[in-house]
């Protein structure tokens, strides 16, 4: 397929490969622990020019993200799916690889007089990190209010990366949609990182080439689960076909229709969905709750999720109703995952401990 | 241009700075920026859509050998020298000659069955050029990390960067240029200002050919 068709609505068919592989993260199961960051780091980033690389990351919102306001550098497509302009971020926006003066404190014999402190690549202080406002959030005291919230590499349908590569470098698989970036032939131009609104791409500037996310594909191919999902504790990183009617990606994104896209104004079509996080209501200025207020103000997750958040936590909190009444609930039995990792994902099971 | 044999060593002439390129003639070759219409990503032409890119308007080149090894040396006017690629956004400047490989391979980057050779310096790494196969725009691909040896000069907002080779190799001819004296050979040159974001297609060059023939 040509790359600039590849999910492009084309005689009222939107050119798609044959399958496409999906992540839904249910938000009200994240416990903000980067179990899926660190197992991912180990797993692909850990060569000379990947430090500052994190695939995955979580970040706290409200927050500024990594990298930091991403949010507020473009790219993507208008509705007419013209690409809009962006930039590259820096190595500062998205957290840098830091030295911390270990030695001196702890073995120098000035562990009394200086206390542990990082430096960036640049020999600086650094003004930010993956983590940097973990936990700080939004709203006032008493609706402060945070939730954890993963991001990884979108696959999208209609990758902003692979329509700006001029080299063909990046492509999407026929089989399963994932978007790769073929390092043979990357020339680290970087305009995939530009095109990239979710600014998921980072530069190796040693090997001069761009990487990002590869869905764990060696894993995949083995029916294994990416690291990520295999180890989240939380098990709340669902994996499978989008197209598998028994599966749980199906189920949550078409039919419960629980787990939606970020920022899918975009134009990019992305292919991980979240459930948004239901939050306990707001405390009144006369101290009383006020049960028809979410704390998490219902603006800010359409600000992220769309229009269709508030059906999406009715849903859910009806579906959590009845399941308190005693009765059944298919929703709340695929969210819950009774079965590790038949329910979670089903087509990865395999055991990476036996490759 | 004809180019005239010199009876000196190869080391006397790897140096931009060598007294020896002070007696050669420099032909002022104009460049134009990169046509946006020709870039190969919508992204590109949507964002540099102004063309503000490509604004190095000549590049002198000069020429000579000894009958073994052949040398060329480019000269270009860049405010800043851009030497980095460690930050996201760092470009380093860089410069290319690019030879037809068949007798009518376009000067655009080759074409399918049309290759051409191309002599990329940059700034990062300066002592060798990369030896690039291109069939078209945005089919380059590195075939030789040391496609020549270079040699670069930034000197008051000036580069001057010398490439050498010898005259034949044996790398098969269809992959490399061959000098043979007495035959013109037809080179292009493109520039690539680091300070202003530029990489791949975003460049200034030469769009007419530049014949070359060493003479004994």
Same mark, same amino acid.
């Given at each position: 397929?040509? %790359? ?17 592989l999906?992540?839904? !993260? ?37 927050g ?20 809009l302009?962006?930039?590259? $971020? ?7 690889? !830091?030295?911390?003066?270990?030695e ?13 402190? #990082?430096?960036?690549?640049?020999? @600086?202080? $650094?003004?930010?990190? +993956? ?15 945070? !939730? ?25 698989? @026929? ?11 990357? %020339?680290?131009?970087? !305009? ?6 979710y ?18 594909? #060696? ?12 180890q ?12 598998d ?30 459930v ?17 207020? +979410?704390?998490?103000?219902? @603006? ?38 009774? %079965? ?16 | ?9 190869? =080391? ?39 063309? =503000? ?34 930050e996201?956004?760092?470009?380093p ?55 020549? /040896? ?10 001057? /960067? ?20 007495? &035959?013109?050979?037809?080179?292009a ?13 975003? &460049? ?13």
């Amino acid at each position: 397929m040509n %790359k600039v068709e590849i999910g492009r609505e084309i005689d009222g068919v939107v050119r798609k490969p044959k399958r496409q592989l999906a992540m839904v !993260f249910d938000l009200n199961k994240c416990l903000g622990c980067h179990t899926c960051s660190i197992a991912c780091k180990q797993q692909w980033t850990r060569e000379e020019g990947q430090e500052n690389m994190w695939w995955t990351v979580v970040n706290t919102l409200p927050g500024r993200g990594t990298p930091r306001d991403w949010e507020d550098m473009g790219g993507g497509f208008d509705a007419q799916g013209r690409q809009l302009p962006s930039l590259i $971020p820096t190595r500062e926006d998205f957290g840098d690889d !830091f030295e911390f003066n270990k030695e001196e404190v702890f073995n120098g014999g000035k562990g009394v007089q200086n206390y542990l402190q #990082p430096k960036n690549s640049r020999g @600086e202080k $650094p003004s930010w990190s +993956p983590n940097w406002d973990e936990d700080q959030g939004g709203g006032e005291y008493p609706n402060s209010h945070f !939730f954890y919230f993963p991001r990884l590499c979108n696959h999208c349908t209609h990758p902003a990366c692979l329509e700006a590569c001029p080299r063909n470098a990046i492509y999407k698989r @026929e089989e399963d949609g994932v978007v790769l970036v073929n390092e043979n032939h990357c %020339k680290g131009y970087r !305009f995939c990182m530009e095109a990239c609104p979710y600014k998921r791409i980072y530069y190796n500037h040693v090997r001069d080439i761009s990487q990002k996310c590869i869905f764990c594909l #060696p894993r995949i191919e083995k029916g294994v689960a990416p690291a990520c999902a295999r180890q989240c504790p939380g098990r709340m990183r669902f994996v499978g076909y989008l197209d598998d009617k028994d599966g749980p990606i199906h189920k949550l994104v078409n039919e419960w229709q629980v787990a939606l896209p970020l920022h899918e104004e975009y134009g990019t079509q992305p292919n991980v969905y979240y459930v948004p996080p239901m939050s306990p209501p707001s405390i009144g200025p006369d101290g009383k709750v006020e049960h028809s207020k +979410p704390r998490i103000p219902l @603006e800010y997750l359409e600000s992220l999720f769309g229009p269709r958040v508030k059906e999406a936590l009715a849903t859910i909190e009806r579906e959590k109703a009845r399941k308190r009444n005693g009765e059944e609930s298919e929703l709340m039995d695929a969210l819950i995952v009774y %079965k590790w990792p038949d329910d979670i994902f089903p087509d990865f099971v395999a055991d990476p401990a036996n490759l | 241009m004809r180019v005239a044999q010199l009876d000196t060593a190869a =080391q006397a002439f790897g140096d931009p700075a060598a007294d020896i390129w002070s007696g050669i003639t420099a032909n002022k070759v104009s460049l134009v920026p990169a046509p946006v219409a020709m870039q190969t990503s919508r992204y590109v032409m949507s964002k540099w859509r102004d063309g =503000q890119f490509g604004k190095v308007s000549s590049v002198g080149v000069q020429v000579l050998h000894n009958g073994e090894e052949l040398a060329i040396r480019l000269e270009w006017e860049n405010p800043q020298a851009n030497l980095q690629r460690f930050e996201n956004n760092d470009f380093p400047d860089g410069a290319a000659i690019l030879f037809p490989l068949t007798r009518h391979a376009p000067l655009f980057m080759g074409a399918p069955g049309e290759p051409v050779d191309i002599w990329h310096w940059r700034a990062d790494r300066p002592d060798t050029a990369h030896g690039n196969l291109a069939t078209g725009i945005g089919t380059s691909s590195m075939v030789n990390e040391d496609a020549a /040896v270079t040699r670069s000069l930034y000197r008051q907002g000036r580069w001057a /960067v010398v490439y050498r080779r010898a005259l034949s190799v044996q790398t098969p001819a269809a992959q490399t240029v061959q000098f043979t004296l007495g &035959k013109p050979v037809k080179m292009a040159f493109a520039v690539w200002d680091g300070g202003n974001a530029e990489r791949g297609g975003l &460049k200034a060059f030469s769009p007419q050919w530049l014949e070359v023939t060493p003479q004994s």
